[in-house]
Nanobody, 123 residues
Framework: QVQLVESGGGLVQAGDSLRLSCAAS????????MGWFRQTTGREREFVAG????????DYGDSVKGRFTISRDNAKNTVYLQMTSVSPEDTATYYC????????????????WGQGTQVTVSS
């Protein structure tokens, strides 16, 4: 079992930067792949970014490539999402998730989820 707790969300202005954190507890963090997803009301959960267990490989959704960066600190059992040049289209609830599968972009293969943190970007 893996427990995940996100933090760092809030209200920011367009063009600002924001860093989300996800603290993990439970099974060995260094052996699990991590992902960030986001969702707004009435829309499907969207893949934002994923990173493998060692941190050597990452992947991004098309809408955030070049603006967001995922990283992890296995010594702190924490994964981060650095968001830059945010726009109102980035407004969503952001979820941290964990999986042992390598196909990071598919939300259906993530069995462990955090409760989400709200990010609101004003224009």
């Amino acid at each position: 079992q893996v427990q995940l707790v996100e933090s760092g969300g809030g209200l920011v202005q367009a063009g600002d930067s924001l860093r989300l954190s996800c603290a993990a507890s439970g099974r060995a963090f260094s052996s699990i792949n991590m992902g960030w997803f986001r969702q707004t009301t009435g829309r499907e959960r969207e893949f934002v970014a994923g990173i493998n267990s060692s941190g050597a490989r990452s992947d991004y959704g098309d809408s955030v490539k070049g603006r967001f960066t995922i990283s992890r600190d296995n010594a702190k059992n924490t994964v981060y999402l650095q968001m830059t040049s945010v726009s109102p289209e980035d407004t969503a609830t952001y979820y941290c998730a964990a999986t042992y599968h390598s196909r990071m972009g598919d939300h259906s293969i993530y069995p462990y989820w955090g409760q989400g943190t709200q990010v609101t970007v004003s224009s």
